[in-house]
């Protein structure tokens, strides 16, 4: 079974703070991706990658980056945070790209004050 | 460009009505279309492809690349079916989904 774990479940910052979200799958995975998820607009990519130390921009990468120093462990940091990041953050992952379903995380719900 | 429509934010159907979720889609080559969903409190989750041609959970997707739809259907409703149903776009080659904005699914008992 695979398993995708977000390092929370809730997350409350302040405007300005550093921000890290950890993602980790077990399934040996090459593909991961970041989404943001609000109301009424779905999920928007904000970044992906397709091996180690490899990373492209989404549809709303501003204000965000990446890392990805091991397969299993794909990073979202908010260098700094602003009120308008406050959202639920979506992980997910995919085999190789002969296969296309992504399996996703629970989500962090962050929240910036 | 690759883009996907849910005209729907909400929809509520009774139990043991039809249930049809739209979806269309606006892609330049043939595209890959998956429908996936999110129980309350559970994480989101593929239910499924138009490649497979299979029914789950009842459900079923036709693509229809004349009317560039992928509407999810099912004869009828069961409560359990309520959840937040997204569609989504896998370009050829090309690992990226785009996902529509979603529908909320509500089943009155």
């Known amino acids: 079974d695979v398993k995708v774990t977000q390092s929370s479940r809730y997350l409350v910052k302040r405007t300005g703070e550093k921000v890290f979200l950890e993602c980790v799958q077990d399934m040996d995975h090459e593909n991961m991706f970041w989404y943001r998820q609000d109301p009424g607009l779905g999920l928007r990519l904000i970044y992906f990658s397709y091996d180690v130390k490899m990373k492209e921009k989404g549809d709303i990468p501003e204000g965000y980056s990446v890392s990805r120093e091991k397969k299993e462990r794909f990073s979202l940091i908010l260098e700094s945070a602003s009120t308008n990041q406050t959202s639920m953050y979506l992980c997910?992952?995919?085999?190789?790209?002969?296969?296309?379903?992504?399996?996703f995380g629970p989500g962090t719900r962050l929240t910036v004050l | 460009a690759q883009r996907v429509t849910q005209p729907e934010k909400l929809l509520s159907v009774f139990k043991g009505a039809p249930v049809e979720l739209k979806c269309n889609y606006s892609?330049?080559?043939?595209?890959?279309l998956f429908w996936y969903v999110q129980y309350s409190r559970q994480r989101l989750q593929l239910l499924l492809r138009h490649i497979s041609r299979e029914s789950i959970k009842g459900f079923t997707a036709d693509l229809n690349k004349g009317e560039t739809s992928f509407h999810l259907k099912k004869p009828f409703a069961q409560e359990e079916d309520s959840a937040m149903y997204y569609c989504?776009?896998?370009?050829?080659?090309?690992?990226?989904?785009?996902f529509g904005t979603g529908t909320r699914l509500t089943i009155i008992p």
């Open positions: 989504a776009l896998r370009g050829i080659g090309n690992e990226k989904l785009t």
């Open positions: 892609y330049s080559g043939s595209p890959e």
């Open positions: 997910a992952s995919s085999p190789g790209r002969q296969f296309n379903e992504q399996f």
